[in-house]
């Protein structure tokens, strides 16, 4: 009896052991008694038994655009107040605000170029003003940038003009 209880559990730590992160299946083997000959196999004792999980293929990323998945794009134009169209000539843009009323932007780019930068207000199709506080040709460039101020500005992020 001693002996089956002890195969029984090397057996369950055995399975425990092998089964960490593994797809499980339950076994049903019959156990010492019914083996060595007693009335029945009805008697039986579960043991877990691991296989690996089945093969799959690596997951293939199509992209329609070069476009990195963090980067937001859409059809913008200068305030009609900005004087700073060499903005556009860029392809990444830092934005640090985004708002609906024009005077909340203006109040922050004001705030931006007293601290010697050059913050441009552009607005998209939807009405809203968007703040740059920098513009690059380079991702980057444009992610370094975001790193330089993302203490201050936790919602930093790229923008790309659509076409």
Request: positive net charge; aromatic residues 6%.
């Amino acid at each position: 009896m001693k002996g089956s209880i002890r195969l029984f559990t090397l057996l369950l730590i055995g399975g425990l052991v092998f089964s960490a992160c593994q797809t499980q299946r339950v076994v049903t083997i019959p156990n010492a008694h019914a083996i060595a000959g007693a009335e029945t196999l009805a008697q039986t004792t579960p043991v877990i038994v691991s296989t690996p999980p089945p093969a799959t293929p690596p997951p293939v990323e199509v992209r329609t655009t070069e476009v990195p998945a963090d980067v937001r794009t859409e059809a913008f134009r200068l305030d009609d107040a900005e004087q700073n169209a060499d903005v556009m000539n860029q392809r990444y843009h830092v934005v640090v605000g985004s708002f609906r009323n024009r005077n909340n932007a203006v109040g922050l780019q004001q705030t931006l170029n007293r601290e010697g930068n050059n913050a441009v207000i552009v607005v998209n199709k939807q009405g809203m003003f968007r703040v740059l506080i920098a513009s690059y040709n380079t991702q980057s460039e444009a992610r370094a940038k975001m790193q330089q101020v993302n203490r201050r500005f936790t919602d930093v992020w790229l923008l790309m003009q659509r076409q």
